[in-house]
């Protein structure tokens, strides 16, 4: 960073020796540009999709006449791009094509909604929703299917929990799948049943590949088609980068095919899906790949260690509060988490492991210092959602170079039942970002995309404020671990930029980086938490080409 603050200052005090300027592609004017120094009125001069000065106002004219192209912002605030942390890219774009499931009141809307959607399906094919949340219902049990078997008899039906980490299906479905009383659970997940033992129709975390394996499978225009919809509503909100949290085969493929072609929309940091062996040892093999363009990077490995606390999956070292018959899940065992992570690291590719639970937690850094030893820190190894971390861990982050990539609208989505989940001692434990901060833990923030909506101001607003958009709790919950609005912003640029090793070219508004820009109408940074929802995103700027301009379409 002081190198940044070195190459600003001379570059804004150095003046331009005569009338003309070096030729580039676009001046932005009219701007207060939020630098590694703080805002200052200046004009971003772009060429070949980096920004190559920070032009102060008394030097304008000469950088215009150079320009092909002069936009004027009119007083707008220019922040580095904002960085998605922690989504899932194709699984967004599947979501915007399925029953929205959301904010669904009662199990009965919820059937409601797909009974609505199902009429315009043709008969035995299959209706997929995404986000019912049985917390908020009045009856905050797992539902059972018959309500659903009656209202779509006619068709499969497969809905996923709001966290992805539970599905639920009607009898149809499950007749697809062959799941039946018979059925084993398999490791790492459950089939619910009743009191006879009969399937529920509720399956949680690896038991949701019974029926994954019925569905039709995604074709590569299937996959396409999602990527392009999931980047423009990413773009609309601002976001110029998403680090995707499990790409597959298929859809690595995809992505590589559209930024060859140069049609990749946003840029794509690439954690591979690490349950698949296959593509494991074809990467591991070939080595961390980054574009010269920089709009894919291949060199990150994603795995599980448990599930989420919601569906009780999240893996705790003592029972759940409401359910003592149950510590959580072990998704995927620890030899096999050990193993990824060792070769990970031998082939140069950084660990992103999903840990919720305090076990789970202490687990995952358990692995990375024992595998990655003295090359954890090179590694940047990271730590997906650490939502619950007991007091001896919190240290323990910062001393083995692991990033903590958080959620923070997770926090305010799950702070009404976290309380019966984890008992009186433990939610002292939960969502503790300004502890691992102190630590001088490395964060970086996003939101779990399909799970929560992907717009930073929500992320923001939660990380400052830890309340509802409504305003609740009044005082915040457990406020003591809120972030400050300027770490907020650092948590969607600098700090992502650090995530994903690009803190030599993204994550600044400084010269020789990504002229990669989000644009707002205020600065959210500004001190009153109130701007934050307020906020409007005027344009989102990528390469240093728009992708998003507000009332314009694009």
Not at 34 to 52: D, M, N, S, W, Y
Not at 100 to 126: I, K, M, N
Not at 488 to 497: F, L, M, P, S
Request: with cysteine.
């Amino acid at each position: 960073m002081q190198h940044l603050i070195a190459v600003i200052s001379i570059v804004v005090g150095a003046g331009v020796a005569c009338s003309a300027a070096p030729r580039c592609d676009r001046v932005v004017v009219g701007a207060i540009v939020h630098t590694p120094t703080g805002p200052q009125r200046l004009e971003v001069a772009i060429k070949e999709g980096r920004i190559v000065a920070l032009v102060p106002p008394q030097e304008a004219p000469a950088w215009r006449r150079s320009a092909s192209e002069v936009v004027d912002l009119a007083g707008a605030h220019v922040f580095a791009g904002f960085t998605e942390s922690h989504g899932h890219l194709v699984g967004y774009g599947a979501a915007l094509e399925q029953v929205d499931l959301r904010d669904a009141a009662t199990f009965d809307e919820v059937v409601s909604r797909v009974q609505r959607a199902a009429a315009g399906f043709a008969p035995g094919t299959w209706v997929l929703g995404r986000g019912w949340d049985q917390n908020l219902w009045p009856d905050k049990h797992f539902p059972t299917n018959e309500k659903l078997s009656a209202a779509v008899p006619d068709h499969p039906v497969l809905l996923r929990r709001v966290d992805g980490h539970a599905a639920l299906t009607n009898a149809q479905a499950l007749r697809r799948a062959g799941i039946t009383a018979s059925t084993k659970d398999p490791p790492g997940g459950r089939v619910l049943r009743d009191a006879a033992g009969n399937p529920t129709g509720v399956v949680v975390d690896t038991a949701e590949e019974l029926l994954d394996r019925a569905l039709p499978a995604a074709t590569g225009a299937d996959i396409e088609r999602r990527v392009l919809a999931a980047a423009r509503r990413l773009a609309a909100f601002g976001v110029t980068e998403i680090h995707d949290a499990g790409t597959t085969r298929a859809e690595l493929a995809v992505l590589r095919a559209l930024a060859q072609s140069g049609r990749l929309p946003l840029r794509v940091y690439v954690m591979l899906d690490g349950s698949d062996d296959s593509l494991l040892a074809d990467e591991f093999a070939a080595g961390p790949r980054v574009r010269k363009d920089g709009m894919l990077a291949v060199r990150a490995v994603k795995l599980y260690a448990d599930g989420a606390l919601g569906s009780r999956g999240a893996l705790l070292s003592a029972p759940y509060a409401d359910e003592p018959s149950t510590f959580g899940l072990e998704v995927t065992p620890e030899v096999r988490l050990a193993d990824v992570v060792r070769r990970a690291g031998k082939a140069g590719f950084q660990p992103c492991i999903h840990a919720i639970g305090d076990a789970a937690v202490t687990r995952v850094l358990d692995i990375y210092e024992r595998e990655l030893g003295a090359r954890s820190d090179l590694l940047r190894p990271r730590v997906e959602h650490a939502q619950i971390v007991r007091p001896q861990d919190v240290a323990r982050f910062a001393a083995l170079g692991a990033i903590a990539s958080v959620q923070p609208t997770h926090c305010t989505s799950d702070m009404p039942w976290v309380p019966s989940r984890l008992g009186e001692e433990r939610v002292a434990w939960a969502y503790r970002w300004r502890s691992l901060l102190a630590e001088r833990t490395r964060l970086c923030l996003g939101s779990d995309v399909p799970v929560e909506s992907p717009d930073p101001r929500l992320g923001m607003w939660a990380a400052v404020t830890r309340r509802t958009p409504q305003g609740t709790p009044q005082a915040g919950w457990n406020p003591a671990e809120a972030l400050t609005s300027g770490e907020a912003v650092a948590g969607y640029t600098t700090w992502a930029a650090v995530a994903a090793f690009e803190e030599d070219w993204r994550g600044a508004c400084a010269p020789g980086y990504a002229a990669d820009l989000t644009v707002f109408d205020r600065d959210p940074g500004g001190g009153d938490p109130a701007t934050i929802l307020q906020l409007r995103v005027l344009r989102t700027v990528i390469a240093g080409r728009d992708v998003f301009v507000a009332g314009s379409g694009t």
